[in-house]
């Protein structure tokens, strides 16, 4: 059972995710990328994480892929269908990406030495010991983060507003 | 007594120093006013050689003993590690007869310069010069060592340069000068060299030290190691000479030296500095007879030939000063000669004679030159005799000399010269100094005769020199008559200069005659040619075309120089330049270029395409992780890279 | 929970690994810049699959509560910043975009060399 | 036992600072921010004032079970980082002023791109440290694309943060490959668990971490983005990314270094890469800027090759390697802000970065010509100036490791390098500057070129105390 | 260090005298750049503070002990071992009375000068400060630093008030820069080198005299690694062939100041640096490249020697004038023997003072005709006496006419090298031969022939610009007739520094020589 929604879930974020590099069109490939982030929002599950899965599709699925459709319609111009066309060296870049692949594939398959469980971990990993992890262990970096989101907001704002529409 | 002497002697020092002291009052001070600076230096001159006849006498009334042990004072100069060199004087009769014959011509010289520079621009100038040179030989004269020596030779040379570009707005001048300088280093190459491996060897330079170092030390190999290398000294040694006093191949400046004014040309290129080099291998004579007789012989041959060819030179010259320079380097060739046979006496005799009669009749001549306006073509004058009859007197006398007529000075040296190489069994020698006498007294007369004798030239008005420049002349001409004296019995002269063991030699008086034939023979040639016109020199010339042109154009020595100057060292020092620029310097630019080449290169790598930086990011992480997983041995062999150089 | 299953660790990371090597190719071929940032998601979210995959399978001596989530930890911290990085780049290509009227990768090409 | 909170002083007035500088902004008036230079100034001396007692005086500790670091290294890296956006500031204020809009918040980001830095340079682990340096990263984006209705400098902007998340996402890949290998991502345990044998997943890890570090400081290959980016940006963003980002990547780089890479067995094969990649950062980077025209650009490639530089000490590894490393950086923050105020002044006044526009400088601004000549000097690593000493420790390091091949391509290249700073020097000297406007300096920036100056003679000439507080911070590491 | 404690109450001698220009410097700074006669007069007045102490060093020098005198030493890096260490001995308290002649010369060489004053002034203070400093260190270090502050004040003097003749000034400048840089590249890792070696018993140390005593720290093999960098370093900067060809590109371009420091004193730092660190610190290096240094400092002798018969500017054959005089001194270096190394000193002064003399009155001639191509020169000597002597006494000192420095200090060079290089010695000295053609043929074409009318409206040099003629016609001829109170002094430096020791052990395989 387990397997086979892994696959199913698997493959289609992996498929989402190839149309969004090779769709033709921006929007398409917009939509195809919310998909691809559902599709891996089910895998988290598949792996006990329930709240980051929670998380992802919150976030990744929703608000980033709004945003970028937001983006798209902002500075959309002439044809819709040919906005998303790959440049003269594409080839050359689907090579190396295709080397790095089989890079990491083979360390991956390879590797002995991942320090696997005997027997997976069922208890704990809830969201409340998560955020008991965030405030103690993780709480520089956490409140960095909430600095860094302000960071982004702030930036978000000076430069999408630009200078024209202050005056 | 000799105590005395020897306190005299100390003074001897002041010789040289008082006209370097004129010198520097004049350089610094007088410059200005040319009475006063004449004065000065004249009168330096005058004391300088006051103190010369004192310091002769002083060595006359000393006898033995100065000749066995020189007087000598030295003061160190120089004391580091592997070199000490002292600076000092040495008083015996060859330094008291050389310093008598310089201060004497000097100040003759100097005197005469009052009449003759008159009204220079550069007269001042002229007596700084003058004294320099005064002082620079005289300093010379009385060197101790070798290097002492040398460095007066460098400067006599110095001053000879001076003078000799005296005037040198003319083109010739400067370039008289220049080759002079050039010329003689040429030859103090050698002498320098010489200098270095003697003091190797022998640990001085000193002369009295030198040769009993040498005495002692001649036969043992350890010390000096083998014969020949002393040998090797003494040539290296004779080419300083040889420059300097003007033997062939390096006599090629002397001639051209003539540009100076005349009183310089009488003073530096005849009487006094051109023997220097004489004097040196008489100095060293020690070196050159330890060393094999090949050098000696060497010198001897050089000197004959030198003296032959430079006669043969004078026969075709037209410039009146310029035969008077070829006779003196045939004289020169005839000193040289004569040490090479062996004779210092009889060398440093012609020296004495030579110095006066020579400088006799360049003063004569330039008193000639004066009165005509500064030509030099003797076929231009003529008939002066009667316009000019102390000049040309007193210029008859110095013929004579020179041609070896007896009683006069020339007679007594030459003779002796010629009986000593006969004598020391050099017969070929002998024959060439012969012929050499022939010849000298050919074109010495044939310069009188067509000078002073035969019809006058309208366009010259010439007129006789002031006292201050005939006084001089009748000075000279009274030691040109006189000089050759001394070496008579009673006088001595070869008892006080001579090498080696001394043991009086009769005059010979058969071998005079034949000499004296010769010379009037050579005289009576001319007499027929351009007095009697028997003999119509035209024809002759015309007749021997070949040889003739060959004389007139000094047999192409200067030609084959100034080809080896332009087109040897000029090609390769314009060749060496192209190297310079175009190699090793373009090897740097070189470079630099590929350094700022590979920049541009490089530079376009930053395509400002966002994608392929990214590529290439990857590309490289990859690359990377490959040389890691499947390099590592290669890798590592790269680790001899990290240690390059081995400094560590 | 749905648990107990036979999918392996090396499966996760290559699944993780294929997104991240398609979001690769994305951000080397894609013209428009949305696109290629859209790309650079794609392959933080293979970076958190392979987090979280293994947080699910190793194991650590010091079993605890602190250290059994350290993989979720950072997929949180990677979600948080890309989400930044995303609201950031989108007003960057605004900007660019009404500076240059385009949103095209090779326009941007005026600082080189 | 240390209170948190006194430890973290500094990083928590930051913070605090550049939050009230943002609602500075938004709660007075356009017109009647005037006070916000000096107020960051005077804060951020007083920051600076105690992070240098703390580096003296202070506790030294691993808090949060080894996640932070409090320790002599982080803590002189903070005052690196202060310095840096201390003098940026000064020098930044006129450029400052001519921005269109968003004054206040200028400095607010620079205070959080510090903030950044400053949680990098202490993390004793990853995600913290990944944080820290997206937050400073992030920053940079914003601030590299603030002038925004200049071209160049969005598209300096785009490319960064394109660049950028691109090196993250693939640092990040490390990280987690480490944290497969290692079920941890803290720095020492890390190290414990790593020192066996090497293997391909941990090679991989690490280096794709390397990646990801080598992309901040600019390693050669992955340094294309960098002049482009520095070209683009303004002059100030440009100097603070040239001198802290990169101090803070190598801040970072040597920790890492020291705790996992150079603990395994691949270190003979690590470092004769390393090795390769310093000689091919120093050869490139001095190389390329030899031809550059924009003082902002050859400037990035200058910093290139000072990358190199720096990076002969981490492969020489040991105190004094990573003394000569610390060392060379802050000297190198000193050098570099004083030609990057210089290149302020010039964008400020001129509006421009070429360097011909730096024509007759002598004549207009002599003060600012002699900055620069000497920063660009001390750069170069000509005596009696800071950057001579500083070479002298990284070549002596990695000399006495063995590594002499790597001195002579430094000292060699650092010569060569002269000669485009030089180049630059002939302009301001010789050029005729006709018709191009006097360039007075006054005020901070004056004080920022002549105090950079005076620093980089003074540690040239006496660099004994810098080099004390090097060698301390570099022994609290082992 | 055996300083007296009579002699190192004097320790602050030095310092003063380094300072005194830099605090002209310091009070140029603060003039007013119209000020243009004060500046001038201040510059003079430091030199001539910095000039009067180091004469007074030179003649209250103890030659009796030796040694290093006016010794000061204060610890300044202690983690490296740098001392900023001062002191002098009888190697180089010449070198300093040289850089103090020539710099107070160079003052006044300079005293025309009407573009940017106060800019040239400083710079040239500065350059004269450091090469002061490179003379007076007694530490590695302190020696290196010195040596490459020069460097960047010349490259600015030079593209400032330089020439552009056959190449332009720019270039020059550059070239001359990072030529020198580069050799400063390679010593400088031969330095980090040779500093780590001796650091190895855990002391280290930069001090020439503990460096030179550590001798069993250094291999045979790191020695002569060493030492082949030393003479890359080195070598460029003394310009030994193949690494001279920046040298008469430099002194072309170069203001008259800049070429007379530079070719009087800078370039002498490659042969005291030879010495210095070169045979004194690793004499096993040395004398492994004794014979292949010899050969090319020959081949630096006739070679330039040749290329200076074939120039047409006058700072070119001075150019390659001195990069054939400086094969000399290279030549004495690699005979590793006590005389030669005398000798070398010896000629680095005596070269120095002619080189300085020779270029100030190149650059008046300069100055007054702006030309230098020699075609376009001659008979100057009529219109400008004093400086036709000026250009004779530099001409004849150049071509090692006796009386002049030049010559002894030649003779103990080829007194020295004779013996155990023979073959080099006798083409060296058949360099002479060349030098004098060169040196006459310039003379004459440039000073003497017939009058020019363009040159008529010439004024002689006068006033300020008769003090490097006195100044350097003086010492050439002092010391020419004197020599001992140079070469003696060299003597003793060579001697009691431990160098003669030194090249004794080395030197002894070798005795034996040609014959």
């Known amino acids: 059972m387990g397997t086979i929604v892994f696959f199913i879930f698997a493959i289609l974020s992996i498929a989402a995710a190839w149309m969004v590099v090779t769709s033709k069109n921006i929007v398409h490939s917009a939509l195809y990328l919310a998909l691809s982030f559902s599709g891996v929002a089910v895998l988290y599950i598949l792996m006990n994480a329930d709240f980051l899965a929670a998380v992802q599709l919150l976030i990744y699925t929703a608000a980033v892929s709004l945003m970028v459709i937001f983006a798209v319609m902002l500075t959309l111009r002439g044809d819709i269908c040919e906005s998303n066309t790959e440049n003269k060296s594409w080839f050359a870049g689907a090579l190396v990406s295709g080397l790095l692949f089989v890079v990491i594939g083979l360390v991956v398959f390879t590797n002995a030495d991942w320090r696997v469980l005997a027997a997976p971990w069922t208890s704990g990993g809830s969201a409340e010991d998560f955020s008991l992890l965030l405030l103690t262990r993780y709480m520089i970096p956490f409140e960095a983060a909430a600095v860094l989101l302000t960071v982004a907001l702030v930036g978000a704002v000076i430069l999408a507003k630009g200078v024209n529409e202050s005056k | 007594m000799f105590k005395e002497m020897h306190d005299l002697f100390q003074w001897a020092w002041l010789i040289p120093f008082l006209p370097f002291l004129s010198f520097l009052i004049i350089a610094f001070v007088t410059k200005r006013s040319k009475r006063l600076s004449s004065t000065i230096s004249i009168l330096a001159i005058l004391s300088s050689l006051s103190l010369a006849v004192a310091i002769g006498l002083g060595v006359i009334q000393s006898g033995e003993k100065i000749v066995e042990h020189p007087a000598i004072v030295n003061v160190n100069w120089l004391n580091i590690v592997g070199l000490q060199i002292d600076f000092g004087t040495i008083v015996d009769p060859l330094s008291a007869m050389m310093l008598f014959v310089v201060t004497l011509v000097a100040s003759m010289v100097q005197i005469y310069s009052l009449g003759y520079m008159h009204g220079d621009e550069g007269f001042s100038r002229y007596y700084a010069y003058q004294s320099l040179f005064a002082s620079s030989m005289l300093g010379m004269v009385l060197a101790t060592n070798l290097l002492q020596l040398f460095i007066f030779w460098e400067l006599v040379g110095l001053c000879s340069y001076l003078l000799i570009g005296f005037w040198f707005f003319k083109v010739s001048a400067r370039e008289a000068a220049k080759k002079a300088f050039i010329t003689t280093r040429v030859g103090d190459f050698g002498l320098l060299l010489g200098m270095l491996f003697l003091y190797v060897k022998f640990g001085t330079l000193d002369f009295v030290a030198l040769s009993a170092a040498m005495n002692t030390n001649i036969q043992d190999v350890a010390v000096i190691g083998t014969a020949g290398y002393v040998t090797v000294m003494a040539f290296l040694v004779f080419m300083g000479p040889v420059g300097k006093s003007g033997q062939f191949p390096l006599h090629v400046w002397l001639p051209d030296a003539m540009e100076g004014p005349t009183p310089v040309s009488a003073l530096i290129h005849a009487a006094t500095m051109v023997v220097a080099g004489v004097y040196l291998v008489a100095r060293m004579f020690f070196l050159f007879d330890h060393a094999d007789p090949m050098a000696l012989q060497f010198i001897a041959g050089l000197g004959a030939f030198t003296a032959i060819f430079a006669a043969s030179i004078a026969i075709a010259q037209d410039d009146i000063k310029r035969i008077l320079a070829y006779s003196t380097l045939s004289q020169l060739g005839y000193m040289m000669f004569a040490l090479g046979v062996g004779s210092l006496t009889a060398s440093m005799f012609h020296l004495m004679t030579h110095a006066f009669f020579k400088a006799l009749m360049f003063l004569g001549a330039g008193s000639v030159i004066y009165a005509m306006h500064h030509k030099q073509d003797i076929w231009e004058m003529g008939g002066l005799w009667k316009k000019m009859p102390i000049t040309g007197t007193t210029f008859f006398i110095g013929v004579l000399a020179i041609s070896g007529v007896p009683p006069f000075a020339g007679f007594w040296s030459k003779d002796e010269i010629l009986a000593h190489a006969l004598h020391n069994g050099h017969p070929i020698i002998y024959g060439v100094g012969l012929f050499t006498a022939f010849l000298t007294a050919f074109y010495m007369s044939r310069l009188f005769f067509v000078v002073f004798m035969g019809p006058e030239k309208k366009e010259n008005h010439p007129h006789e020199s002031p006292w201050s420049m005939t006084i001089p002349l009748m000075i000279l001409a009274f030691f040109s008559v006189f000089g050759g004296f001394v070496a008579l019995p009673e006088h001595n002269f070869a008892f006080f200069i001579h090498y080696g063991t001394f043991h009086h030699e009769p005059i010979a008086w058969g071998l005079a005659g034949i000499s004296v034939v010769a010379g009037l023979l050579g005289i009576g040639l001319a007499y027929a040619t351009y007095i009697k016109k028997a003999i119509s020199a035209e024809k002759v010339a015309a007749q021997y075309s070949g040889i003739y042109k060959l004389l007139k154009n000094k047999y192409y020595v200067d030609e084959l120089y100034l080809w080896l100057i332009h087109h040897i060292m000029d090609g390769l020092a314009k060749i060496l330049y192209w190297f310079d620029i175009y190699i090793v310097d373009g090897v740097v630019n070189g470079l630099a270029l590929i350094t700022r080449g590979s920049g541009r290169v490089l530079r376009r790598t930053n395509t400002g395409q966002l994608q392929t930086y990214a590529m290439v990011f990857f590309f490289a992480v990859v690359i990377i992780f490959m040389v890691f997983a499947f390099g590592e041995g290669q890798l590592s062999a790269l680790n001899p890279l990290a240690t390059l150089g081995g400094v560590k | ?113 | 036992m240390f209170n948190i909170t006194t430890v973290l002083t500094p990083e928590i007035a930051l913070a605090v600072l550049s939050l009230s500088l943002l609602a500075i902004g938004l709660l007075i008036p356009a017109g009647a921010r005037k006070g916000m230079m000096p107020l960051t100034v005077f804060s951020l001396m007083g920051v600076l004032g105690y992070t240098l007692y703390d580096f003296f005086y202070g506790p030294e500790a691993a808090f949060l079970g080894g996640l932070y670091m409090h320790d002599q290294f982080a803590v002189y890296f903070k005052i690196l980082f202060l310095a840096a956006a201390l003098l940026v500031v000064l020098s930044s204020g006129g450029y400052v002023q001519k921005l269109p809009k968003h004054r206040g918040e200028f400095y607010s980001l620079l205070l959080m791109a510090t903030l950044g830095m400053m949680l990098m340079a202490g993390a004793g682990e990853l995600i913290t440290m990944y944080v820290g340096l997206e937050l400073m990263t992030i920053s940079f984006y914003i601030l590299v694309a603030y002038l925004a209705e200049d071209a160049r400098s969005s598209e300096a902007g785009v490319k960064y943060l394109i660049l950028g998340a691109t090196s993250s996402a693939i640092l990040l890949y490390g990280i987690s490959l480490i944290y497969g290998l290692t079920g941890s991502t803290e720095l020492l345990e890390i190290a414990s668990k790593l020192s066996g044998n090497l293997t391909p997943a941990s090679l991989l890890a690490t280096v794709f971490i390397l990646a990801g570090l080598g992309f901040k400081i600019s390693l050669v290959p992955f340094h294309l983005w960098s002049p482009d980016i520095y070209e683009g940006a303004p002059t100030p963003v440009t100097a603070f990314l040239a001198i802290a980002s990169k101090a803070a990547a190598f801040a970072v780089l040597i920790r890492v270094y020291l705790l996992t890479m150079n603990s395994q067995t691949f270190s003979a094969t690590g470092q004769t890469l390393l090795f390769v990649l310093a000689a091919i950062t120093m050869i490139v980077g001095n190389l390329i800027a030899i031809p550059q025209t924009n003082i902002k650009r050859l400037l990035a490639f200058s910093s290139i090759a000072q990358a190199g530089y720096l990076m002969v000490g981490i492969i020489a590894g040991g105190i004094s390697g990573i003394k000569g490393v610390i060392f060379y950086a802050m000297i190198y923050v000193f050098a570099n802000m004083g030609a990057f105020a210089v290149a302020t002044l010039v964008a400020e006044k001129q509006g421009s970065s070429e360097i011909k526009d730096l024509a007759g400088f002598w004549h207009r601004s002599p003060l600012a010509t002699v900055v620069m000549t000497a920063s660009l000097l001390s750069l170069a690593g000509i005596p009696p100036l800071a950057g001579f000493v500083g070479k002298f420790y990284l070549f002596s390091a990695a000399m006495d490791q063995g590594n002499v091949a790597i001195a002579y391509i430094g000292f060699v290249m650092s010569m060569i390098s002269v000669y485009y700073y030089l180049s630059v020097v002939k302009v301001m000297f010789l050029a005729e500057g006709d018709g191009l406007p006097e360039v007075p300096v006054h005020g901070a920036m004056k004080f920022t070129m002549v105090f950079t100056m005076l620093i980089t003679i003074a540690i040239g000439l006496y660099p004994t105390p810098l080099a004390k507080m090097a060698i301390a911070a570099a022994q609290s590491l082992f | 260090m055996t300083a007296l404690p009579t002699v190192s109450s004097m320790s602050m001698l030095l310092p003063f005298t380094l300072l005194a220009p830099l605090a002209a410097m310091l009070l140029i700074v603060f003039l007013p750049k119209e000020e243009t006669k004060t500046i001038k007069i201040v510059a003079a007045m430091g030199m001539l503070v910095s000039l009067v102490l180091s004469l007074y060093a030179f003649l209250n020098y103890q030659w009796e002990p030796g040694g290093m005198q006016y010794t000061l030493t204060i610890p300044w890096i202690p983690d490296l071992g740098v001392n900023l260490a001062l002191g002098v001995d009888g190697l180089s308290l010449p070198m300093l009375l040289l850089t103090n002649l020539i710099g107070f010369a160079s003052i006044y060489a300079s005293w025309n000068i009407d573009k940017r004053v106060k800019e040239f002034f400083v710079l040239l203070l500065i350059l004269i400060a450091g090469v002061m400093g490179t003379f007076i260190a007694r530490d590695l270090f302190i020696f290196f630093l010195f040596y490459e502050i020069v460097v960047i004040p010349i490259y600015i003097m030079v593209i400032i008030w330089g020439s552009t003749k056959r190449v332009t000034k720019e270039y020059a400048a550059m070239k001359l820069t990072i030529y020198l840089l580069i050799g400063s590249a390679f010593l400088l890792v031969g330095m980090v080198a040779l500093y780590l070696a001796a650091g190895a018993n855990g002391n280290p140390t930069f001090m020439f005299d503990q460096l030179s005593a550590r001798q069993d720290l250094y291999s045979p093999a790191f020695q002569k690694v060493a030492f082949a960098l030393m003479i890359v370093g080195f070598g460029s900067l003394i310009s030994m062939f193949p690494f001279h060809s920046w040298s008469p590109d430099g002194y072309a371009g170069a203001p008259t100041a800049v070429s007379m420091i530079h070719a009087g004193v800078l370039k002498k730092i490659g042969g005291y640096g030879l010495i210095r660190l070169g045979i004194y610190v690793l004499p096993v290096g040395a004398s492994f490249w004794a014979p292949y240094i010899a050969t090319l400092a020959v081949i630096s002798v006739l070679y330039a020697a040749f290329i200076a018969l074939a120039q047409k500017d006058l700072k070119y054959v001075v150019g390659y004038s001195s990069v054939s005089h400086m094969g000399y001194v290279i030549i004495a270096v690699a005979a590793l023997n006590p005389t030669a190394a005398t000798g070398a000193v010896g000629m680095m002064f005596a070269h120095g003072v002619m080189a300085a003399l020779f270029f100030s009155m190149i650059g008046f001639i300069y100055e007054k005709t702006h030309t230098r191509n020699i075609a376009d020169l001659g008979g100057l000597a009529h219109q400008m006496p004093r400086l036709a002597i000026g250009f004779m006494i530099a001409g004849m000192a150049s071509l090692g006419l006796p009386g002049t420095v030049n010559f002894i200090t030649e003779f103990t060079i080829f007194m020295g090298v004779i013996n155990v290089l023979p073959v080099h010695a006798i083409l060296g000295i058949a360099g002479i031969i060349f030098t004098a053609v060169y040196i006459l043929r310039t003379i004459a074409n440039v000073l003497f022939g017939p009058r020019r009318a363009e040159w008529d409206h010439l004024t002689d040099i006068r006033g300020p610009e008769l003090v490097p003629l006195v100044i350097f016609g003086f010492v050439i001829f002092f010391a020419g007739i004197f020599p001992n109170v140079l070469l003696g002094m060299i003597d003793s430096g060579v001697t009691s520094s431990g160098l003669a020791k030194v090249l004794e052990t080395v030197s002894q395989a070798k005795i034996g020589g040609l014959f």
């Not at chain 3, 499966?11 to 951000?27: E, K, P, R, S, W």
């Open chain 3, 1 to 113: 929970m749905i648990g107990n299953f036979s999918v392996g660790l090396s499966t996760y990371l290559l699944v993780g690994a294929m997104l991240f090597c398609i979001g690769l190719y994305g951000v080397f071929a894609k013209r428009n810049i949305i696109a290629v940032l859209m790309s650079i998601e794609l392959m933080l979210n293979a970076v958190n699959i392979n987090f979280i995959a293994f947080n699910r399978f190793i194991w650590n001596e010091k079993i605890g509560v602190n250290y059994l989530l350290t993989g979720h930890v950072a997929a949180l911290f990677v979600i948080v910043v890309a989400a930044a990085e995303v609201a950031v780049g989108l007003a960057l290509i605004i900007t660019i975009y009404r500076n240059r009227q385009s949103t095209d990768v090779d326009d941007l090409n005026w600082l080189k060399w």
